[in-house]
């Protein structure tokens, strides 16, 4: 079977269902709702949908605590308005992937409620047990300061179970065949309803053996193989993208030596790095972080993104480096999170749609496929009197109308964003949609760019020499065609000079204006860059934009 490639020159927006748009008008976001919008997210030219957790839940971690995976949590609609909902995707072909997660359910599951019940329950086996309390009982929190043990003693089952998140989410036992054949069952129920794939949660803790007392856990990739073999028997198309965290000399034991791990993964190391150089206009530790993460095999890829559901993580910053963007983008203490991350939108943190512009740009621009959350398109605001990760979980803004055209309820999941310079009033997808210079007009210029470069997604990269530690330039090159794009950092203009290579390379033609730059006579272009400045550049004629890969 000839793998179809389709993720490597698509555009994923990434939604809650929740916040996103509610039709009933009982505050929560519904499928019909988004249903609707369809058209929307169509018009700006996005191909692929991820949707967060929308099954069944108690609801005390936006979702992500699932007690039926069978099922769509009754706020959201039905089982029957999910499949209207991917019939109308389909139409437009958008492709729609969801969340697995499956390294825990929430302890309402009736899995776990069966499991506590006895010793020798049916699924007693299906989650971490200890008679004794674990040495490593508060040790390896994923939340500090909020969360107080990964072990927790269970009165009904005289035992303590493991989770590596909240309390209320127990882990699953992977060790376990039948869970691990429950989990396939879980990922063919929903490609036969359509979807194209599936954003993996938390991998490293889904991989993770988990022994009492043991802080040395083998990560079990043979599991991840397992899943990916699963998935392309009955989907050949079907895509795996995986939040992992992991470091650079690790990552390529996730995507799998020969390929035969996850397709896609999200760069949060590149992304760390990225807003280092944001706040700093030093890229050189940028262009470190790129050439680190360089992908190896041609069917596997990055995922990169700007900010997404959850803080700003900046663990992998040493303390001198996380200080400095703390204090470029949250230096006050209740924007920051768990401390090591930030808990704000990112038109708040960057403060100018300049170096919006620029981070937007520069994220299009990297090796691999983008990632856009909800509401940056319109540069929307965050809400840091919500508790913890909430503060950029507020309802889409629609329009300026009562709820930002969200709800007609009074009362939503999330109040709206309703004061300040970011308010639906301000900022919304109706007015925006009639100012030709709007931030949603832009970034729909660019997304349909980025579809015409196809050389970002399938071609060879490397990082050019501008001699200014300000400014990054990155040269792709696929199938005889060029790419040249050159962003500046700083809050100056700068003129940089390149030499390329290729005898065609003398003309580059700006694919953003009606521009060229032609080299002089030692073969060298001279660019001059605003301050906060892109450009993007094609070497030679344009006939190349319009070859699909």
Same mark, same amino acid.
């Given at each position: 079977?000839?793998?179809?490639?389709?993720?490597?020159?698509?555009?994923?927006?990434?939604?809650?269902?929740?916040?996103?748009?509610?039709?009933?008008?009982?505050?929560?976001?519904?499928?019909?709702?988004?249903?609707?919008?369809?058209?929307?997210?169509?018009?700006?030219?996005?191909?692929?949908?991820?949707?967060?957790?929308?099954?069944?839940?108690?609801?005390?971690?936006?979702?992500?605590?699932?007690?039926?995976?069978?099922?769509?949590?009754?706020?959201?609609?039905?089982? /029957?308005?999910?499949? &209207?909902?991917?019939?109308?995707?389909?139409?437009?072909?958008?492709?729609?992937?969801?969340?697995?997660?499956?390294?825990?359910?929430?302890?309402?599951?009736?899995?776990?409620?069966?499991?506590?019940?006895?010793?020798?329950?049916?699924?007693?086996?299906?989650?971490?047990?200890?008679?004794?309390?674990?040495?490593?009982?508060?040790?390896?929190?994923?939340?500090? /300061?909020?969360?107080?043990?990964?072990?927790?003693?269970?009165?009904?089952?005289?035992?303590?179970?493991?989770?590596?998140?909240?309390?209320?989410?127990?882990?699953?036992?992977?060790?376990?065949?039948?869970?691990?054949?429950?989990?396939?069952?879980?990922?063919?129920?929903?490609?036969?309803?359509?979807?194209?794939?599936?954003?993996?949660?938390?991998?490293?803790?889904?991989?993770?053996?988990?022994?009492?007392?043991?802080?040395?856990?083998?990560?079990?990739?043979?599991?991840?193989?397992?899943?990916?073999?699963?998935?392309?028997?009955?989907?050949?198309?079907?895509?795996?993208?995986? =939040?992992?965290?992991?470091?650079?000399?690790?990552?390529?034991?996730?995507?799998?030596?020969?390929?035969? /791990?996850?397709?896609?993964?999200?760069?949060?190391?590149?992304?760390?790095?990225?807003?280092?150089?944001?706040?700093?206009?030093?890229?050189?530790?940028?262009?470190?972080?790129?050439?680190?993460?360089?992908?190896?095999?041609?069917?596997?890829?990055?995922?990169?993104?700007?900010?997404?559901?959850?803080?700003?993580?900046? /663990?992998?910053?040493?303390?001198?480096?996380?200080?400095?963007?703390?204090?470029?983008?949250?230096?006050? &203490?209740?924007?920051?999170?768990?401390?090591?991350?930030?808990? @704000?939108?990112?038109?708040?943190?960057?403060?100018?749609?300049?170096?919006?512009?620029?981070?937007?740009?520069?994220?299009?621009?990297?090796?691999?496929?983008?990632?856009?959350?909800?509401?940056?398109?319109?540069?929307?605001?965050?809400?840091?009197?919500?508790?913890?990760?909430?503060?950029?979980?507020?309802?889409?803004?629609?329009?300026?109308?009562?709820?930002?055209?969200?709800?007609?309820?009074?009362?939503?999941?999330?109040?709206?964003?309703?004061?300040?310079?970011?308010?639906?009033?301000?900022?919304?997808?109706?007015?925006?949609?009639?100012?030709?210079?709007?931030?949603?007009?832009?970034?729909?210029?660019?997304?349909?760019? @980025?579809?015409?470069?196809?050389?970002?997604?399938?071609?060879?990269?490397?990082?050019?020499?501008?001699?200014?530690?300000?400014?990054?330039?990155? #040269?792709?090159?696929?199938?005889?065609?060029?790419?040249?794009?050159? #962003?500046?950092?700083?809050?100056?203009? #700068?003129?940089?000079?390149?030499?390329?290579?290729?005898?065609? =390379?003398?003309?580059?033609?700006?694919?953003?204006?009606?521009?060229?730059?032609?080299?002089?006579?030692?073969?060298?272009?001279?660019?001059?860059? &605003?301050?906060?400045?892109?450009?993007?550049?094609?070497?030679?004629?344009?006939?190349?934009?319009?070859?699909?890969?």
């Amino acid at each position: 079977m000839i793998q179809d490639l389709w993720y490597k020159n698509a555009i994923i927006y990434s939604l809650d269902l929740e916040t996103f748009m509610d039709l009933n008008g009982d505050g929560v976001g519904d499928f019909e709702g988004l249903a609707r919008r369809l058209d929307y997210l169509h018009a700006m030219g996005i191909d692929t949908v991820w949707l967060a957790p929308f099954q069944p839940t108690p609801n005390q971690d936006n979702g992500y605590d699932i007690k039926d995976y069978y099922g769509v949590d009754p706020r959201h609609g039905s089982s /029957g308005n999910f499949v &209207e909902f991917m019939h109308q995707a389909k139409k437009r072909g958008i492709k729609v992937i969801i969340d697995l997660v499956v390294n825990h359910t929430s302890d309402q599951h009736l899995w776990f409620q069966d499991a506590r019940s006895s010793k020798d329950a049916k699924h007693r086996d299906w989650y971490v047990w200890s008679e004794k309390k674990p040495s490593d009982w508060d040790e390896g929190m994923v939340f500090p /300061g909020v969360q107080k043990a990964t072990w927790t003693y269970d009165k009904q089952a005289k035992a303590y179970y493991f989770h590596r998140f909240y309390k209320f989410q127990p882990d699953l036992n992977i060790d376990n065949p039948e869970v691990r054949a429950e989990i396939r069952r879980i990922i063919g129920y929903w490609l036969e309803l359509g979807v194209a794939g599936f954003r993996v949660d938390a991998v490293p803790f889904l991989l993770e053996t988990q022994v009492p007392g043991k802080s040395d856990r083998k990560i079990r990739f043979e599991y991840l193989h397992e899943i990916r073999k699963f998935l392309q028997w009955r989907r050949g198309d079907a895509v795996l993208l995986g =939040e992992a965290n992991v470091a650079p000399d690790e990552s390529q034991e996730y995507f799998g030596e020969n390929g035969e /791990g996850i397709h896609l993964m999200f760069n949060f190391y590149v992304n760390q790095y990225l807003f280092y150089a944001l706040a700093t206009a030093d890229t050189g530790p940028l262009k470190e972080a790129l050439e680190a993460t360089r992908n190896k095999l041609h069917t596997t890829q990055w995922a990169q993104f700007l900010r997404n559901h959850d803080e700003l993580d900046l /663990g992998r910053l040493t303390e001198e480096q996380r200080q400095k963007v703390f204090a470029r983008f949250a230096p006050e &203490e209740h924007m920051q999170l768990y401390g090591r991350g930030i808990r @704000r939108r990112l038109s708040t943190m960057l403060g100018n749609r300049d170096q919006s512009e620029l981070a937007y740009s520069l994220m299009f621009s990297l090796p691999g496929t983008p990632v856009i959350r909800y509401g940056d398109e319109i540069g929307m605001g965050d809400n840091l009197e919500l508790d913890e990760r909430n503060a950029v979980r507020t309802p889409m803004q629609w329009s300026s109308d009562e709820q930002a055209g969200f709800s007609e309820a009074e009362k939503l999941i999330h109040p709206v964003i309703d004061d300040g310079p970011y308010a639906y009033q301000h900022v919304n997808v109706e007015t925006q949609r009639r100012q030709p210079d709007s931030l949603l007009n832009w970034m729909t210029t660019l997304i349909r760019l @980025r579809q015409e470069c196809s050389e970002i997604g399938w071609g060879d990269w490397q990082i050019l020499d501008t001699g200014r530690d300000q400014v990054l330039a990155m #040269h792709y090159n696929w199938e005889g065609s060029s790419l040249v794009v050159l #962003h500046n950092f700083d809050q100056k203009a #700068h003129e940089v000079d390149l030499k390329l290579k290729q005898e065609k =390379e003398s003309k580059l033609i700006d694919l953003m204006a009606n521009k060229e730059s032609e080299a002089d006579a030692k073969g060298v272009h001279h660019i001059t860059l &605003e301050a906060y400045g892109y450009r993007w550049f094609r070497a030679g004629d344009l006939s190349h934009m319009f070859r699909k890969g």
